[in-house]
């Protein structure tokens, strides 16, 4: 369970990590239009390819963690106090991921 714990908190910071990146290529889209002298395209560019392949990478990493949890629930039943607080965890990491994916949609268009 530790694992699951470790991996978890891991997931936790990429995602935070993804949302600052995010973040980055807000200010940069909205920086665009005004200077014909510093154009950030490269850097948008850079940045869009980054946030892709990190959301591709995290919706793994919740994916395996759901399967875990699913397993860990099976064998420890229903009831079981830490399954669902796994639950609950995976469920909030999976609200984050949606809300910077949704967010990141939103940027690009």
Known sequence: L???HS??????HEIY?????????????QQRGKSLFNDPANEISAL??????????LNGK???AQTYVNQKKSQLGDKSQVAD??????????????????SFKDVVK
Not at 7 to 12: C, D, F, P, R, V
Not at 17 to 23: D, F, G, H, I, W
Not at 48 to 56: K, L, M
């Open 85 to 102: 607080h796994s639950v609950q965890v995976v469920g909030e990491l999976k609200s984050s991921l949606i809300s910077a994916t949704k």
């Open 17 to 29: 990590n993804t949302s600052q990146k995010l973040a980055q290529l807000t200010r940069l889209v």
């Open 2 to 4: 530790s694992d699951f």
């Open 48 to 57: 869009v390819h980054g946030i892709s392949e990190d959301i591709r990478v």
């Open 7 to 12: 991996a978890a908190s891991n997931i936790s």
């Open 62 to 64: 919740l994916e395996s």
